[in-house]
């Protein structure tokens, strides 16, 4: 009898562990074409997908990657980072700029891989916990990636330091409860940059933000990464999709190291502004 409770109480237990991952389908064909890592400026480089940015940024006492794209992104990225030169090992570091599956289906893969250390925004901590389903909107999927524990939580303007290099976390809740972009300083022979990788704040939910019970603040955080976003100080930006900062009309394959391409500060203020117009439309809609 003891013996047949036993496999009873294991078989219960394997079962709750055994989430079934569904990563969403018919995602656009770019989010899994690979194509030439390059890099952007300094000790930064992109070794994303065409349309799935992930970043490297390389110190002297490691690298730090930024965004895995999804599950099918892992050997692309290993690819790239040999390609570069670099080691795939030598990741110390992940950071995410928000916690959905386009941004983390390789992360588990590649803590594993690594032994990297996961820095997360603590408002997205549940949902790398439970690979997607507690999301407010993409948690209607159930489990989209494998479930990932942070091994450090980040608060608003904590520094991330690797060797020479130190980056600031800035939240950026809306799109995400934590939601985030990373802002550092580098150089090359000639000049020297001050980099934000921006999450740039799209609204990706119908319901009526008074609707969305697990998410009370959504309005309020949307408005106030609106405000935040306005007032920082860089001179070249990326962003965690490559259409998002026309990555493609900037850079062809094959062409020369060129940050200046990147400095378009007027691109980055036109698209915010856009998306805080999609914002509030949406609230004057929500409103009727």
């Not at 692309?76 to 110390?92: A, D, H, P, R, T």
């Not at 697990?214 to 935040?228: G, L, M, N, P, V």
Request: contains cysteine.
């Amino acid at each position: 009898m003891k013996r047949i409770i036993f496999f009873v109480i294991l078989f219960l237990r394997l079962s709750g562990f055994a989430q079934v991952i569904k990563e969403p389908l018919n995602n656009p064909k770019e989010w899994s074409q690979a194509i030439e890592p390059f890099r952007i400026a300094g000790n930064l480089y992109y070794v994303g997908t065409y349309d799935l940015a992930s970043y490297l940024i390389v110190t002297n006492s490691g690298s730090i990657l930024i965004n895995t794209g999804l599950a099918n992104s892992l050997p692309i990225i290993k690819q790239n980072i040999k390609k570069l030169g670099f080691e795939y090992k030598s990741i110390k570091i992940l950071l995410l700029t928000q916690a959905h599956f386009d941004h983390t289906g390789a992360l588990a893969a590649i803590k594993k891989e690594t032994g990297a250390k996961l820095y997360v925004d603590e408002q997205d901590a549940n949902i790398l916990k439970t690979g997607g389903a507690t999301d407010y909107e993409m948690g209607k999927y159930g489990v989209t990636f494998k479930p990932v524990q942070p091994d450090v939580l980040l608060k608003n303007n904590d520094k991330i330091k690797l060797g020479n290099t130190v980056l600031t976390m800035l939240h950026h809740p809306g799109h995400t409860k934590g939601s985030c972009s990373f802002l550092f300083n580098t150089k090359d022979k000639s000049s020297e940059y001050k980099i934000l990788i921006a999450n740039m704040p799209s609204i990706i939910t119908d319901r009526k933000f008074s609707d969305i019970a697990s998410y009370r603040t959504i309005e309020k955080d949307y408005a106030e990464t609106f405000k935040a976003m306005k007032n920082i100080d860089f001179n070249l930006w990326v962003a965690s999709h490559a259409s998002q900062f026309n990555l493609h009309e900037k850079r062809k394959s094959g062409d020369a190291y060129n940050p200046k391409a990147f400095m378009d500060k007027n691109l980055y203020f036109e698209n915010l502004q856009d998306l805080e117009n999609d914002f509030k439309e949406k609230i004057k809609f929500d409103s009727h």
